[in-house]
T-cell receptor, first 112, second 117 residues
Framework: KAGVTQTPRYLIKTRGQQVTLSCSPI?????VSWYQQTPGQGLQFLFEYFSETQRNKGNFPGRFSGRQFSNSRSEMNVSTLELGDSALYLC???????????FGPGTRLTVL | AQSVTQLDSHVSVSEGTPVLLRCNYS??????LFWYVQHPNKGLQLLLK??????LVKGINGFEAEFKKSETSFHLTKPSAHMSDAAEYFC???????????????FGAGTRLFVKA
């Protein structure tokens, strides 16, 4: 079974731009969660989707948004990028969120 | 409200000696608890999980954790450390916040394990 895939793996943007990251979950998994990992703040929960519905959201500004498609693939978007958005963005999928989450390799976003 | 506290940011042990990584949590529901490991430049890998079955949970690579509800703890242990265990370890709680239909997953700040030869 293929694991969780995330594209792109690396991304460099400048302040004020927007970015879209993509996550393809393990086949059959309907729950997708997104996390931001930084040295200072650690791993922080962004949001969780199940069957195309956002069921929970972390404490991030409205510039961070996401969606899930009918095939369970998910995207997250960050608008008006700030330097502090530089981070590793991780996606995880599971059958349901309390099940084991399988993590993708992450997208390393650098904002200049 | 949910929270996860990993009591040590760094732990250093000698190869062959026991490992103890401490984790305390708070939860308003019946949580699922996990330990994940992250090796440098690698993804997160599940070590073990607790979901209200046996309180002593065995995971991969010789790790185990004991759920103690009275102490709200979920400490990770291993009898004998190996050099390959050097990594960052995360204690995780997944819970349903009051008033919401979904679950929220909270990661602890992480404990970096150093293993000396």
């Amino acid at each position: 079974k293929a694991g969780v895939t995330q594209t792109p793996r690396y991304l460099i943007k400048t302040r004020g731009q927007q970015v879209t990251l993509s996550c393809s979950p393990i086949s059959g998994h309907r729950s997708v969660s997104w996390y931001q990992q930084t040295p200072g703040q650690g791993l922080q929960f962004l949001f969780e989707y199940f069957s195309e519905t956002q069921r929970n959201k972390g404490n991030f500004p409205g510039r961070f948004s996401g969606r899930q498609f009918s095939n369970s693939r998910s995207e997250m978007n960050v608008s008006t990028l700030e330097l502090g958005d530089s981070a590793l963005y991780l996606c995880a999928s599971s059958l349901k969120v309390t099940d084991t989450q399988y993590f993708g390799p992450g997208t390393r976003l650098t904002v200049l | 409200a949910q929270s996860v506290t990993q009591l040590d940011s760094h732990v250093s042990v000698s190869e062959g000696t026991p490992v103890l990584l401490r984790c305390n949590y708070s939860s308003s529901y019946s949580p699922s608890l996990f330990w994940y490991v992250q090796h440098p430049n690698k993804g997160l890998q599940l070590l073990l999980k607790y979901t209200s079955a046996a309180t002593l949970v065995k995971g991969i690579n010789g790790f185990e954790a004991e759920f103690k509800k009275s102490e709200t703890s979920f400490h990770l242990t291993k009898p004998s450390a190996h050099m390959s265990d050097a990594a960052e370890y995360f204690c995780v709680v997944s819970d349903r916040p009051e008033g919401t239909g979904g679950f929220k997953t909270i990661f602890g700040a992480g404990t970096r394990l150093f293993v000396k030869a």
